[in-house]
C-alpha cells in the first residue's frame, strides 16, 4: 500500500469509529425524550380525562342546582303569597273584631231598649192593677160628648199603636241582634280556619324552604370539591406541557434542528384576523356564567363565530385540546418563557396541534364560545414563566 494513503486511511478509520458513537449517543438521547414524551401524553391524556369527567359532573351539579334556586324561588313567592294571605287574614279578624265589639254595642243598646219598654210595659200593668181594670170600651161609653167620644177614640188608637210600636221594636231588636250574632261568629270561626290553614301552609313552605336551602348548601359544597378537581387538573395539564415543551426543545437540539422562538422582546401582533372590542379586561370580576368572584387571566375580544385566530408570534404548540372554563384552547410556547393561550375556541375549530412550529399571523384557530363562555369571544392570555400578565402592554 502507498506510503502516503496509509495515514489517511487510519485518520478516516479514527474519524468514523469516534463519529458512530456520537451518532449512537444522539439516537440514544431521541428515544429516551420520545419515550418521555410518550409517557408525558399518557399522563396528560389521564390528566385531561379526569378534568373532563370533573367538568362534566360540574355541569350536571350546575344544571341540578339552577333548578334547585328556580324551586326555591318559586317556593319564596309562594311564601309571599301565603304572607300576604295572613295579612288579609289578620286584616279580616281585625274587621270581624270590630264588627263584634260594634255589634256588642248595638246589642246592649237594643237589650236597653227594650228592657225600658217592658219597665213601661209593666208599670202600665201595675198601674191597671192597683186602679182596676178599666177596658177601651168603658173609656169610650163613659165619654161627655160626641167630640170627646172622638178623641177618647183617637187616644185609645194611640195607645194601641204605641204598645204594638214597642212590642214590635222589641221583637225586630232580638231578631236582629241574634243574627248579627250568628253571623259575626260564623265569620270568626271560619276566619279562625282559614287562618289554621294559612299557618299550616306557612309551615310546610318554610319547612320546604329549609330543605331546599340545605340542599343548595350541599350541592355548593360538591360544586366546590369538584371545581378544586378541575382547577389541580388544570394545573397539572400546564404543567405536563411544560415538560413537553421542554423536551421538545432538548430533542430539537440534540437533533440540531433550527429553534423555531425568535422573539426576543417588543409587541406581539394582534390575535384576531380582525378588530375586535375589548369586553372584558385584565381584572377582578365576577364570573358571568358561574356568579362567582375571579381574577380574570386575560382578556377578552368579542368577535363572530369563525372569526379567525391568530398566532401572536411565532412558536411552537405545547396544549391543543379542550381545557375546563377555556372551552376548546391552544396554548404556543414563544421561548424565553412566554406563553400565549387561546381560549372558548369553536367547536372544530382548532387548526393546529401539539408540536406544530406556527408563524406569527398564522391562523391557528376559529372563536367560539366553548367551555365558560356566555357569546362568541376569544379569552386571549399571555403567561411569562407560567404567571398571567395583562396582554394590552404586548399588543399595544
Known amino acids: 500500500m502507498n506510503k502516503k494513503i ?8 479514527i474519524a468514523a469509529s469516534l463519529a ?30 379526569k378534568a373532563s369527567d370533573a367538568q362534566n359532573q360540574i355541569t350536571k351539579v350546575q344544571t341540578e342546582k339552577d333548578q334547585t334556586t328556580k324551586d326555591m324561588n318559586t317556593l319564596l313567592n309562594q311564601v309571599n303569597e301565603a304572607s300576604k294571605k295572613l295579612t288579609n287574614l289578620n286584616e279580616q279578624i281585625d274587621q270581624v273584631s270590630d264588627n263584634l265589639e260594634l255589634n256588642a254595642k248595638q246589642l246592649d243598646e237594643a237589650v236597653a231598649r227594650v228592657e225600658s219598654r217592658d219597665s213601661m210595659l209593666k208599670s202600665r200593668v201595675r198601674l191597671m192593677y ?53 253571623e259575626t261568629e260564623k265569620q270568626l270561626e271560619q276566619v279562625k280556619i282559614l ?38 387538573s388544570d394545573k397539572q395539564i400546564t404543567q405536563i406541557a411544560k415538560q413537553e415543551a421542554d423536551l421538545q426543545e432538548k430533542k430539537r437540539a440534540a437533533s440540531k434542528a433550527k429553534s423555531p422562538f425568535t422573539y426576543t422582546g417588543g409587541k406581539l401582533g394582534y390575535p384576531l384576523a380582525a378588530q375586535a372590542p375589548l369586553t372584558s379586561d385584565f381584572v377582578d ?96 392570555e399571555v403567561r411569562l414563566n407560567e404567571v398571567p400578565r395583562d396582554p394590552k402592554p404586548y399588543l399595544r
Open 285 to 380: 370580576r365576577i364570573n358571568p356564567v358561574t356568579g362567582k368572584a375571579e381574577s380574570h387571566k386575560g382578556i377578552d375580544l368579542g368577535a363572530p363565530k369563525g372569526t379567525g385566530i391568530l398566532a401572536a408570534e411565532n412558536g411552537s404548540v405545547i396544549y391543543a385540546s379542550w381545557m375546563n372554563g377555556y372551552g376548546n384552547c391552544i396554548i404556543v410556547n414563544h421561548g424565553n418563557g412566554l406563553w400565549t393561550l387561546y381560549g372558548h375556541i369553536m367547536n372544530d375549530g382548532i387548526y393546529v396541534k401539539v408540536g406544530d412550529v406556527v408563524k406569527r399571523g398564522q391562523k391557528i384557530a376559529g372563536v367560539g364560545s366553548t367551555g365558560q363562555s356566555t357569546g362568541n369571544h376569544l379569552h386571549f
Open 20 to 49: 458512530v458513537p456520537y451518532a449512537g449517543y444522539a439516537a440514544s438521547t431521541t428515544e429516551k425524550i420520545d419515550q418521555q414524551l410518550t409517557q408525558l401524553k399518557k399522563q396528560k391524556a389521564e390528566a385531561q380525562q
Open 6 to 13: 496509509l495515514p489517511l486511511v487510519l485518520t478516516l478509520g
Open 130 to 182: 192597683m186602679n182596676g181594670f178599666v177596658s177601651y170600651m168603658d173609656v169610650l161609653l163613659s165619654a161627655t160628648s160626641f167630640n170627646d167620644f172622638l178623641n177618647r177614640i183617637e187616644a185609645l188608637k194611640s195607645i194601641v199603636n204605641q204598645d204594638k210600636e214597642i212590642l214590635e221594636s222589641n221583637k225586630k231588636d232580638k231578631e236582629t241582634v241574634t243574627l248579627k250574632k250568628e
Open 195 to 232: 287562618y289554621a290553614n294559612a299557618d299550616a301552609l306557612r309551615d310546610e313552605l318554610q319547612a320546604k324552604e329549609k330543605a331546599k336551602e340545605v340542599k343548595i348548601a350541599s350541592l355548593s359544597k360538591q360544586e366546590k370539591v369538584l371545581e378544586d378537581i378541575s382547577e389541580e
